[in-house]
Each structure stands twice: as C-alpha cells, then as structure tokens.
C-alpha cells in the first residue's frame, strides 16, 4: 500500500506498533522488558520508558497513575525507591538508572516462580519486594561509602561492577582512605589551597596581589645637554670668501698693488673711506655648552585591577622518600585525596606524580570510578620510603605543561622540603612560570622553609603540627618557618632580602617559643 508516496507495509505494521515505545529504551532493557512475566506488554513498556524518565530526572512517578505493574506492586516498588533514596542517587545517571530498573524487572519476574513454590500472589509480592529492598539496601550502603569521603559518586557509577566495588571496600586500603578522609577535617585550608589552583576561571573579587602593572607614560620635560654654536662675524678663525670692507689687514694683494701707482692710489683711498675694498672674508664659531628643556615620555607604571584566575586542571608532586615517614605522610595522602574529592566535584583534571629516588615515579590519574578509586586505595596504603629527586617528577610536569590539556594547569608540591633542585631544573621551572604562567604552590610539612622548596615555589602553605597526625602530640619546635630566609639569605640562588642575623638575634630566636606565630 502507497501512503504519501512511501511504500508501507501493512502484514507487521500493527504488531511493530506494540513496541514502539521498546525503541525508546536502552537496549541493555529489551530483553528483560519482553520476557517479564508480569502485566501485558505494551502496559510494561510504557511504563518503563515513564519511570526512567523520572529517576533521571531525580523523581519518581506516583503509584496511582502506573499502568505496570498493579497497585499494590507499584506502591510496594514506590515505598522501596523513596526510602533509599534511589532516585535521587539515579539522577543524571544513564547505567545506575538501567541496573536498578534491570533488578526491579528481575525480581518482579520471580512472583511467578515463588508462587510455583507454593507461596500466596500477596506472599509472593512481599518476597519480591524484601529481596529487592534488600540487594538495594546494600547497594545504597556501597554508594552511601563513596559519597562520604569523595562528596560525589563521579564515574563510580558508570559500568558499575557492584562485587568488585563491595570487595574494594572492605579492602585494607580503603579504610586507609576513610582514614585519611578523618584527617582532612582539621586541615581546613587544603580545600581553598586546590580550589585556587589552575588559570581557567576568574575568581569574583579583585585581589591586589594579582594586580597587574601596566607600561604606561605621561609627557614631561626633562633638562637635555646640548652645545650652542653661535656666529662671530669679523673674527678672526676661518676664511669664507671674498667680501667688501676696510680691513687693510685682509685685503686682497690686487688691492695692494693699487698703492704702487701714483694715480691709482687716489682710488685706494676712496675705496677705503667708503669700505669697498675686496677682502678675505672671515668669521669664528663660539661653541657654549648649555642645558635645555626637552618634551619626553616618561613610563609611568600604574596598577590595573586584574582578577586571579583558579579552578583550572592540578599537576601534583607528592614526596614518598623516607623523611616524609609518620604524620608527614598522613597529611601528605590527605592531600591527594582533597585534589581527587576536588577535582572531581568541579569536573577538574588531577595528575597525580608519586616520587621517591632516582627514577623512582608513579604517575596516577585521579579519576572517580572504581578502577581510580582501586588506585587511591593503593596508593593511600602503601608506606613511604626511598630517597628523594624531584628533578624527575618536575620534568614530567613540564613536559605536560605541553600538552593542550595541561596548558592552564598549576603545579603543587607536597614534601617536607628535603629536596633539592638543580640549577638547570629551578631555570626550567622559573622559564615556565615567566613563558606559560605557571604557578608553584607547596605544601611545606615540616617545621622550617628549605631551600628547595624556596626556590620553586610562589607561595607556600605551612603544615606545622604535623607530628600529631602521627600519633605524637608534639608543638612544632621552631618559632618560624623562615629560618633558612632569615639566617642565611646567601644560600638562595634567587638572593635573600632579610639581613643576616647577628648572635643577640639568634639567641632571642632561640629562647622565642615554639607556638609563636610565623614570620
């Protein structure tokens, strides 16, 4: 049959019809959804394609108007998803939304098999729905874990393996993130360190610090040196030409040979009464040294209001050496669990460089599914040990900076300090910052400023009682951080701005206490 000048078949038309709405669900879907044994096809479908539409968008339909299943099926099923919270947890994401729909179709369709066994249609009901109620319950308790220490489930739902997530979490190393996790509650300030890194999103407020200095000028006059020539006419220097005057002293020999002759003399003298005679013209320059005023643009530097730039992607080198042993290592696996709980609740790229010796890096992409969280996990459990080179990691960061993914990127150092850069790495580094913009932040934890740390980075975020994450109660035993700035200001290549300290400053030093504010 011809309908519009498309050829139609009409043998399969009215039966395609009745799954027409099989077309709009995932084809992860379709077999459950044809096979299931309860209620009629079309009713099935239609009712599927609604409470997926509504779990994505963080609801769920009301049991009253459900064409599928009956009424008490669907107020049970109701009651279960809003108890655990599922729809809100199925907001926004595709293949949480289809498991749990592939379970409900799953348990639904063993009503009919319970009743083989023997049960009533209303105990077989109730078994569903406990058995369903109850593979959720745990599976909610798995998510309800993710979210506590990450904030966010990211891509832990995605492809989601529920026994290798279970297996995960009852791992060793897990409870090692939960407990690092404790410790990021008094170390408030990491969560604004990593939200200010990266140069892609400018922050609201002007900040003074990051003003920047335009190369403007104004017109001014400033004194020039120059030499002033001035003309002396008549005076004896340089010979010009021939000119007419009475100076017998340079006139020209055909004027003298006049006096000779007894008639022509006569002319002479009336050519001299009336300054006519031809002679050498002469003059002089006087060359005087004066000063002038002279129009010139001077530069005159202003401040112009410029916002910092944040948010951006994170390049973090974590120290692993043996010095960082103890509650320097729990800071610093607190820091990398702050960058991927970051990271991941502002969609923020985080590399993650793990250094020791020579040679010795684990590079770590910080991302929230299951196989990221395996990474975490392992990475939070092992213990630090090695020497230390930060020239290797450094090297990799740049060479990422290369990349157009990494290009905006900032670079956090976590170390205790006990490193040092050489001469050809910190020119490197300094090159990329003056280049690319790049911004150095350390997390220095230890008691004193190094000069390693000093020299590669901007600014620096002082961990001071970090004895106490390591089970040891311990005041910081310096009164300030900037020992090596203060007392040896040569040592940096960069040059020291504080003056040396004499012996009554190194005693006051020593005798200030330990909780002194920092310098």
């Known amino acids: ?93 595709d293949d949480l939304t289809d498991q749990l729909l592939s379970s409900m179709l799953w ?5 009919v098999d319970y009743v083989d066994r023997g049960d009533s249609v209303d105990a077989a009901t109730a078994r569903a729905l406990a058995a369903f109620a109850d593979d959720w319950q745990e599976r909610c308790g798995l998510l309800d874990e993710l979210v506590a220490v990450f904030g966010t489930t990211g891509n832990a739902l ?25 410790l990021l509650e008094a170390l408030p ?40 020539v001035t003309h002396v006419p008549e005076m004896p220097g340089e010979t010009r030409g021939v000119c007419r005057s009475g100076r017998i002293a340079r006139m020209l020999p055909s004027e003298t040979m006049q006096l000779t002759h007894w008639r022509l003399r006569l002319l002479w003298h009336a050519h001299h009464a009336e300054r006519c005679l031809l002679t050498y013209e002469e003059d002089d320059r ?76 684990v590079e770590h992409e910080l991302d929230l599914d299951v196989g990221g969280v395996e990474q975490l996990a392992s990475f939070l459990g092992q213990g630090f040990r090695g020497g230390t080179d930060i020239c290797g990691p450094l090297e990799r960061v740049l060479a990422r900076l290369a990349e157009a993914r990494w290009q905006l990127a900032d670079l956090l150092i976590v170390s205790d300090g006990e490193f040092g850069a050489t001469p050809q790495t910190a020119r490197a580094v300094a090159r990329a910052k003056a280049e690319s913009g790049l911004r150095v932040q350390g997390v220095l934890i230890g008691d004193r400023e190094t000069i390693g740390m000093l020299e590669l980075a901007d600014d620096i975020f002082w961990v001071r009682d970090w004895r106490r994450f390591g089970g040891h109660d311990a005041q910081c035993p310096v009164h300030t951080k900037s020992l090596t700035a203060l007392y040896f200001p040569g040592a940096l290549r960069s040059g ?11 005693s006051a030093a020593a005798a200030a206490p330990a909780a002194a504010d920092p310098g």
């Not at 609201?204 to 004194?223: C, K, V």
């Not at 951006?312 to 709980?341: F, H, N, W, Y």
């Not at 020291?496 to 190194?506: D, Q």
Request: net charge neutral; with cysteine; hydrophobic share 40%.
């Open 189 to 228: 300030g990491l969560a604004d360190l990593l939200r200010r890194l990266g140069r892609t999103q400018p922050v609201e407020e002007d900040e003074e610090s990051h003003r920047l200095d335009l190369a403007l000028t104004e017109q001014s006059a400033t004194p020039c040196p120059r030499i002033l």
């Open 496 to 506: 020291g701005t504080a003056p040396p300290a004499g012996g009554s400053i190194a």
């Open 158 to 182: 995605k492809n989601i393996n529920w026994d290798e997530l279970r297996g995960l979490l009852a791992s060793d190393g897990w409870q090692e993130v939960v407990r690092i996790r404790r």
């Open 1 to 93: 049959m011809k309908r519009g000048g498309e050829v139609r078949s009409l043998l399969f038309e009215e039966r395609e019809a009745r799954l027409a709405a099989l077309a709009l669900l995932p084809r992860g879907l379709w077999l459950g959804s044809m096979v299931n044994s309860h209620g009629s096809l079309e009713s099935r479908l239609n009712a599927l394609k609604g409470l997926r539409d509504a779990l994505l968008a963080g609801s769920v339909p009301a049991p009253a108007g459900a064409g599928w299943p009956d009424r008490v099926l669907a107020a049970g099923l109701h009651a279960i998803l809003v108890e655990l919270g599922l729809p809100g947890l199925c907001r926004d994401h």
């Open 107 to 111: 348990h639904v369709d063993l009503i």
């Open 286 to 361: 006087l060359q005087q040294p004066v000063r002038e005023p002279v129009p010139v643009a001077l530069p005159c530097p202003q401040r112009q209001p410029d916002r910092r730039m944040q948010a951006g992607p994170m390049l973090i080198c974590v120290d692993t050496s043996g010095s960082m042993q103890g509650g320097a290592e729990a800071v610093a696996k607190a820091v990398v669990l702050e960058a991927m709980r970051t990271a991941h609740a502002q969609n923020r790229p985080c590399h993650v460089f793990a250094y020791g010796g020579p040679d010795e890096i």
